[in-house]
């Protein structure tokens, strides 16, 4: 009996450590641990799980004595002093967790992760313009997943945290090369806009112009000033083609002789004068009609004896 436990023993890795953020990491401060959802072990750890039958990759269940409050993670290196884990800092705040407080470290597997649903805890997660690909991105530091834990994400040297609201096949899945379907959530606080039609009471505003409804500007209003030529002519009110056609309505008919007191420097005008009708061609033609002349022959008429 002794040495079946000694053996069940050997086989389960159930250590407990003093956790401490990654702040508290000698040296400089590693921003891939808190971007992640991954710890840093001592190197005996990583001794004492060489010699068993574990599988891989290696998946940690994180137990909060106290609270009771568990999560789940991966490793990232075994560099920390012995008897000390050092964690993500949203990490801690899950499991509720203080500097140098114990915390149970036990290996575990888990199932292979096809479904999860996310929220986000503000509402400035929706300016991002394609949410999915971005925590696809950042879920690559991650190797697993536990419901009702919020994570912390960072794009555009921004932080937004995702509660974990689901996720399938259990409360704990492994996202390491697999074929996820997520969803997200509305965000804490989203309120869509209701909308009113014209019909009910309240929207008698509706057919205002929105540009007099905004509120004036305050402060440097960009481009609101005037326009100047560098020839210093002034700026035209109307088209080239509308001046024309109302140059042309109001120029009067050539006149020889009389000059042209309208002309615009560097225009020309092609004057044509029609040459008057005269009588000849103010007669009307008579309509052509075939073969209506005389006719004449080549020979010479014989004389008659």
């Known amino acids: 009996m002794f040495g079946f436990n000694v053996f069940q ?9 003093r956790c401490f953020s990654v702040s508290m990491l000698p040296g400089n401060e590693r921003q891939d641990v808190e971007r992640g959802g991954k710890i840093i072990m001592p190197p005996s750890a990583l001794e004492q799980l060489t010699r068993l039958n574990i599988e891989y990759p290696m998946i940690f ?27 993500p800092h949203w990490m801690m705040a899950n499991l509720l967790l203080e500097e140098g407080a114990l915390l149970q470290i036990e290996n575990v597997s888990l199932p292979v992760a096809t479904f999860s649903r996310f929220q986000p805890l503000s509402e400035d997660f929706l300016d991002i313009t394609n949410p999915k ?20 994400i960072k794009y555009n040297s921004k932080v937004y945290e995702l509660c974990v ?26 309120k869509e806009e209701r909308y009113v039609p014209r019909g009910e009471s309240g929207a008698e505003g509706m057919d205002e112009d929105p540009a007099g409804m905004m509120p004036e500007p305050s402060g440097f209003v960009a481009f609101s000033g005037e326009g100047n030529r560098l020839d210093g002519k002034k700026k035209k009110l109307t088209s080239e083609s509308d001046s024309e ?29 029609s ?5 000849k061609d103010e007669t009307p033609m008579e309509p052509f009609e075939a073969f209506k002349g005389e006719g004449f022959t080549l020979r010479t008429a014989k004389s008659k004896n």
């Open 9 to 17: 023993e050997i086989r389960n890795f159930n250590v407990t450590y």
């Open 61 to 87: 269940k994180l137990t909060n004595k106290k609270t009771k409050r568990v999560t789940h993670c991966g490793v990232l290196e075994f560099v920390a002093d012995e008897g000390k884990v050092y964690l």
């Open 133 to 152: 690909a971005v925590l696809e991105n950042c879920l690559r530091n991650f190797s697993c997943l536990t419901s009702g834990d919020v994570i912390a």
């Open 165 to 190: 609201l689901e996720t399938k096949p259990g409360n704990a899945v492994i996202i390491i090369e697999c074929d996820m379907n997520v969803e997200f959530a509305p965000p804490v606080g989203y």
């Open 245 to 273: 056609n109302q140059a042309s309505h109001s120029r009067q008919a050539y006149v020889r002789g009389i000059p042209d007191y309208d002309y615009v420097i560097g225009t020309l005008r092609f004057i044509r004068n």
């Open 275 to 279: 040459r008057p009708t005269s009588a």
